[in-house]
């Protein structure tokens, strides 16, 4: 008979490797996310210096419009800090005999995991939190932003005198300014739509904001309109027209349609059927809504297979190389098959299988090898006099 007091050290010891083990593996995730991020952040901002560079924006403006990209890409490098941190901490457990000791202390197979997959469920939360509303309220703001800055470049930066183009197939060209911030002699080329090229041509025109929103109001000037199957070219006279800049983003003037990453959960459920994003590709509401509620899936999924590959007691001669390889091989080709399998998902409704299939079946074979290996359960201490078997808690 096992006395209290053996059980009750045995309970103190589990309770201190369980926080010894959630706060080392926490912190190799906080370090590893913000390095992968200051890597993603600078790869980013060089890509957007031109805000400050050639179109003028002030620092602040570039930071946030840089900041505001980066939850768009969270769900993605937050697991793989998981997956680097449970396989770099066991690896290190191993080789410092850390897990043989506790498995020869009665460590279970879960009581091992434990700690792990708490840290796996508050990941999985802040990428859920991440997807339902975090994102797409930061993509919103990125897109005020980018009003805000062609709005600015029209106002303030365009050269007389240059064509300049701040989008692709939309160019613009201004002969000079006045001192009243008047343009004269403005053309805007819009090739955007292929099925409908426009060109806007004033004598005179003005830059007016209300509130978030700007407009180019234009006087005395013509509307060129030609499309693919007519080689005539219409030509529209007038004297004021109005174009809504926010049509930068949108390709469409009135009510503001967004994207689907700009989309919270319940407009991908349910999107507006006026919606032109949603209109040209309805598939892609259905893939982006199905990722955003698979996404918090692989963080369990990355936890089980770090155990599996790593969770179990070995000697110090052994080589785990093999271990890791396999652990990082298999963690990138279940997230590599569930990007793929959203990606078809746009095209072919069966593959919300595979969308949810992947990690879901992950998860429940790197249970079973868990549960089959055991940890610690058949670890005996050989002695002279005998052995101790941990799972009996007694002498043989």
Request: include cysteine.
């Amino acid at each position: 008979m096992i006395p209290p007091c053996f059980e009750m050290q045995k309970v103190f010891l589990m309770c201190v490797y369980s926080r010894y083990v959630f706060r080392q593996t926490g912190q190799a995730v906080v370090m590893i996310l913000a390095t992968l991020m200051v890597i993603i952040w600078v790869s980013v901002a060089l890509k957007d210096i031109k805000l400050m560079t050639s179109e003028g924006q002030t620092l602040s403006v570039f930071l946030k419009m840089t900041m505001l990209a980066m939850p768009q890409i969270i769900g993605i490098v937050m697991p793989m800090a998981l997956l680097i941190a449970c396989v770099h901490n066991l690896n290190k457990f191993s080789g410092d005999s850390e897990i043989i000791v506790m498995a020869a202390s009665g460590a279970g197979r879960w009581k091992f995991a434990s700690p792990l997959l708490i840290l796996g469920a508050i990941i999985m939360v802040l990428i859920m939190a991440n997807n339902a509303y975090v994102q797409p309220t930061a993509q919103r703001e990125l897109r005020s932003y980018i009003i805000k800055v062609r709005t600015d470049l029209i106002a303030h930066v365009l050269q007389p005198g240059r064509f300049t183009t701040p989008i692709t197939n939309l160019t613009f060209h201004i002969r000079e300014r006045e001192d009243n911030g008047d343009i004269l002699g403005f053309i805007m080329h819009d090739s955007r739509d292929k099925n409908q090229i426009m060109s806007y041509m004033a004598n005179r025109s003005q830059l007016i904001k209300r509130g978030e929103n700007a407009y180019m109001v234009m006087y005395d000037g013509h509307i060129h309109r030609r499309t693919p199957k007519s080689p005539d070219v219409q030509v529209i006279a007038f004297d004021q027209y109005i174009f809504d800049l926010s049509r930068f983003e949108s390709g469409k003037g009135g009510k503001t349609h967004y994207k689907t990453y700009e989309s919270y959960i319940g407009e991908l459920y349910a999107p507006s059927p006026d919606n032109s994003h949603y209109k040209k590709r309805p598939g892609t509401f259905r893939a982006e809504l199905h990722d955003r509620l698979s996404n918090p899936l692989y963080p369990i999924l990355f936890v089980l297979v770090a155990l599996a590959m790593l969770g179990f007691p070995r000697t110090t001669r052994e080589d785990r190389i093999l271990s890791i390889v396999a652990a990082f091989g298999l963690a990138a080709g279940a997230r590599l098959g569930g990007l793929l399998s959203v990606n078809l998902l746009a095209k072919n409704e069966v593959a919300i299988y595979l969308v949810y299939g992947i990690p879901i079946g992950g998860i429940l074979l790197a249970a079973y090898i868990i549960q089959s290996r055991g940890t610690g359960l058949k670890i005996s201490i050989h002695r002279r006099s005998g052995s101790i078997d941990p799972e009996q808690g007694s002498a043989s």
